[in-house]
């Protein structure tokens, strides 16, 4: 019984890990489609027919329609751990973004 107890409460523990990696991992995937939309609009202020345009594209390429989008983001907005967590992503990915830049500039 002590044995099936404990194997149980590994189980458990085992699965809410997964959910959390997969949580963390749409988190990701959705932090590098926000970067991607805003560097695919970036530039073309005044003319906001190209910049959703372009914004279209890339949530075709993802596979993402705008609804799914809107979802996706009401969805980490409900959840201040995971909202924290998308933000540190888009700001990683940022700056990631901007070093290239940099050095391709040099």
Do not use: H, N
């Not at 991607?36 to 914004?55: C, F, H, I």
């Not at 888009?90 to 050095?103: F, Y």
């Amino acid at each position: 019984m002590r044995t099936a107890l404990w194997f149980g409460l590994l189980a458990a523990m085992f699965l809410v890990g997964c959910q959390d990696k997969e949580k963390e991992a749409r988190t990701t995937d959705f932090a590098r489609l926000y970067v991607r939309l805003r560097v695919a609009s970036s530039g073309m202020e005044g003319r906001p027919q190209d910049a959703q345009l372009a914004r279209t594209e890339v949530l075709k390429s993802s596979g993402v329609d705008l609804v799914g989008y809107r979802r996706m983001l009401l969805e980490l907005q409900s959840d201040p751990e995971q909202w924290e967590l998308f933000w540190t992503r888009v700001q990683i990915l940022t700056d990631s973004l901007d070093k290239k830049t940099k050095k391709k500039g040099s």
